[in-house]
C-alpha cells in the first residue's frame, strides 16, 4: 500500500505545520512535556510503596527496555510522515488513522481536566505567602473546592467561583501560547519554564534536606527492601509509571517530532529527554520525602502515615508541612510554582496534539486552528470543573482515561506496528540515518515483546482489581463510574474509528508536501527495512527494496 495521491490541485503546495528550529528547541519542549505533574506527586509514593530503593532498578530496567524504545517508535512515525498523530498514522498505513484519532481523543479528555489541577495550584500558590489554609489544610481544601464527595456525587453545575477565575486565567495563558505557534509559542515557553522550575526545584529540595526529620524521610525512601523484586506487582508499576510519565504513546511525542529539522538526531534527542524526565524524578522524591519526613517528626508518627501521592500530596499534605516548617512560605511557593511550571508545560503539549490533527485535517492556519480547538476546549473545561463535581469527575476521568486510554492504545498501536503492518524495520532505518545511538534488533523486541507483555498485563490486572473491589471506585454512584468511566473509554474508541472513516477535505495537509516542500515517504513496506542510498541526504528521500 501506497501513501495518499497528492490532490491534482494541491501538488505544488506545502503545508505550513510550523517547526522548531533546532534540536535544542525540540529537546526542552519534550522534556516539558514529559515532566509534569506526575514526576512530583505520583513517582515518589509509587517508589516507596513498592520497594523503597531497590525500585530503582525495575524502574531503570522499565526505562530501558519499554520507556526509551517506545519513545523512540513515536519519535520515528512523527518524524518520517511528518504529520498530527491521525496523519502520521494514515500516511504509516492508511488504515491505522484510528490510532491517531484514538490518541487525539485521549489528550482532549486528559487537557479538559488538567487545567484544574493548575488552576488550584496557581491559587495555592497566592495562598502560601500567608498560608491561608492555617492548621487544617485538609478542611480547607474540602472548603475552597467545596467538592462533593463519595455517595453525594452528582451532575452539578455550581460553580466555585474562585476555581472558575484560575481556570480562566489557565485558559487564556494556553490560548497565547499556542497561538503563537511551534517555535515562538511551545519552544519559547519551554525553553524558560523547564530551567526556571528546575532551579526552583532544586532550591526547594535545599531547603527541605535541612529540615529537621529529612534524613528519616530519605531512609524511608531509599531504604531497599529486595524481596519486593520477587513481586510482578512492583515491576508492572515500574513500567507504569515510565509510561505515564514519558508522554509516549498517546501522541505528543509523535506530533513534537513532526516539526523536527530532516537531519535530527532522533536517537540522541531521546536519550537526554527520557534521562532528564527520570533524573526529575529522582529529585522529586528527594524533595518530597525530605519534607514528609520532617512532617512525621513534627506529628510523632511513622512515615507511612503521612505518605501519600497525588492531590493529597499536594494540596493537603505539603500545606501542613508548610505550615509547621521553618520558611514555610518559601517551601510553599516554591512547591506550588513547580506544579504551576511543570502542569503548564505538560497541558501546551497535550493540547498540541488536539491542534495539530485540526490543522492537518482541514489546512486551517495557525492561529485559526488554536481558535477552533481551544475556545470549545475552555469552555468545556470550565464548565465541568469549576463546579462542585469537578474534584470527582478529574478523578474517575483520570483512572479511566490512563488505565484504559493510554495503555489500550499503546498496546494496540505496538502490536499492529510489530506484529500487522510489520514495520519496525523501516522505522529502525529511519532513526539509524541520522541517529548517534544505533538500534539494532534489541529496539524490535523491546517494541514488539516486553512492552506488549507488560501493557497486556497492566490492563489486565487493573481491570481484575476494579471488577474485584468490595466497592464501586471512590464510592461513586455507579452511575457517574459507568459514564464517565467505562463509556468515556470505550467511546473514545468508537469515536475514533469513526473519525478515521471521514474523508480528508481537498485543503487539508494530507495532500500537500511537507513544509520543506519535499515529498511526504511512502507508506511501511512489511517486514522490509529501507535501503541506503549515497544520494540521499535525509532519512526521507530512503525507499524499502520493493519501491
Known amino acids: 500500500m501506497s501513501a495518499p495521491s497528492p490532490s491534482p490541485a494541491t501538488t505544488a ?35 516507596y510503596e513498592n520497594g523503597g530503593g531497590a525500585f530503582i532498578l525495575p524502574y531503570l530496567i522499565a526505562l530501558l527496555s519499554a520507556g526509551i524504545p517506545l519513545l523512540f517508535l513515536d519519535y520515528a512515525i512523527g518524524h518520517r510522515w511528518r504529520g498530527s498523530a491521525p496523519m502520521a498514522w494514515r500516511r504509516f498505513r492508511r488504515w491505522t488513522e484510528f490510532i491517531g484519532w484514538w490518541q487525539v481523543l485521549i489528550a482532549l479528555i486528559i487537557a479538559l481536566y488538567y487545567a484544574l489541577i493548575l488552576a488550584w495550584a496557581t491559587n495555592y500558590t ?3 505567602f500567608d498560608q491561608r489554609w492555617g492548621d487544617d489544610a485538609e478542611g480547607f481544601f474540602g472548603e475552597f473546592t467545596q467538592a462533593l464527595g463519595g455517595a453525594d456525587v452528582t451532575l452539578s453545575f455550581d460553580v466555585v467561583p474562585a476555581v472558575l477565575i484560575s481556570m480562566i486565567v489557565v485558559w487564556l495563558a494556553v490560548i497565547v501560547v499556542m497561538a503563537l505557534g511551534v517555535q515562538k509559542g511551545i519552544s519559547a515557553s519551554s525553553v524558560v519554564f523547564i530551567p526556571l522550575l528546575v ?66 538526531d532522533l536517537t540522541g534527542s531521546g536519550l537526554v529527554v527520557g534521562f532528564a524526565n527520570s533524573s526529575f524524578e529522582i529529585l522529586a522524591g528527594i524533595g518530597v520525602f525530605s519534607a514528609l519526613g520532617f512532617m512525621a517528626q513534627a506529628q510523632g508518627v511513622a512515615i507511612d502515615e503521612v505518605v501519600t501521592d ?18 514555610g512560605a518559601l517551601i510553599g511557593v516554591l512547591f506550588f510554582g513547580s506544579l504551576v511550571l511543570a502542569g ?34 475552555a469552555v468545556v473545561s470550565i464548565v465541568l470543573f469549576s463546579t462542585t463535581m469537578g474534584l470527582p469527575l478529574l478523578d474517575v476521568l483520570d483512572k479511566w482515561v490512563n488505565e484504559y486510554g493510554i495503555v489500550a492504545a499503546a498496546l494496540v498501536s505496538t502490536i499492529i506496528v510489530t506484529y500487522v503492518v510489520r514495520g519496525l524495520p523501516t522505522l529502525r532505518d529511519h532513526l539509524n540515518v541520522k541517529g548517534t545511538f544505533p538500534i539494532r534488533t534489541w529496539w524490535i ?62 485543503g487539508s495537509n494530507i495532500y500537500k508536501d511537507d513544509s520543506d516542500g519535499d515529498p511526504i515517504a511512502p507508506a511501511a ?12 541526504t535525509t532519512p526521507h528521500e530512503l525507499r524499502s527494496a520493493e519501491w
Open 445 to 506: 523486541v523491546c517494541v514488539g515483546g516486553v512492552a506488549p507483555i507488560v501493557l497486556g498485563a497492566s490492563l489486565v490486572l487493573s481491570t481484575i482489581d476494579l471488577l474485584t473491589a468490595p466497592t464501586i471506585y471512590g464510592e461513586y454512584p455507579s452511575w457517574f463510574v459507568v459514564v464517565f468511566g467505562w463509556l468515556m473509554a470505550i467511546g473514545l474508541l468508537v469515536i475514533a474509528i469513526g473519525l478515521s472513516l471521514i474523508p480528508w477535505p481537498a
Open 344 to 377: 503548564f508545560t505538560s497541558l501546551i503539549s497535550i493540547v498540541e496534539v488536539v491542534i495539530a490533527a485540526i490543522q492537518d485535517k482541514f489546512g486551517f492556519a495557525r492561529i485559526p486552528a488554536t481558535l477552533w480547538v481551544c475556545l470549545p476546549l
Open 13 to 47: 503546495s506545502s503545508a505550513d505545520r510550523g517547526a522548531f528550529t533546532g534540536r535544542t528547541a525540540f529537546i526542552f519542549a519534550a522534556i516539558g512535556s514529559a515532566v509534569g505533574l506526575g514526576n512530583i506527586w505520583r513517582f515518589p509514593a509509587v517508589a
Open 126 to 128: 497566592i495562598f502560601s
Open 199 to 264: 532551579l526552583m526545584f532544586v532550591i526547594l529540595v535545599v531547603r527541605s534536606l535541612f529540615l529537621p526529620g529529612a534524613i528519616d524521610g530519605l531512609d524511608a525512601l531509599f531504604k531497599p527492601n529486595w524481596g519486593a523484586l520477587l513481586d510482578a506487582k512492583v515491576w508492572i508499576a515500574a513500567y507504569g509509571q515510565i509510561f505515564f510519565s514519558l508522554s509516549v504513546a498517546f501522541g505528543i511525542m509523535l506530533t513534537y517530532s513532526s516539526y523536527l529539522k530532516k537531519k535530527t
Open 525 to 536: 513496506v512489511a517486514g522490509r527495512g529501507l535501503v541506503s542510498t549515497p544520494e540521499a
Open 310 to 327: 497525588g492531590v493529597g500530596l499536594a494540596f493537603i499534605a505539603f500545606p501542613t508541612i508548610i505550615s509547621k516548617a521553618p520558611a
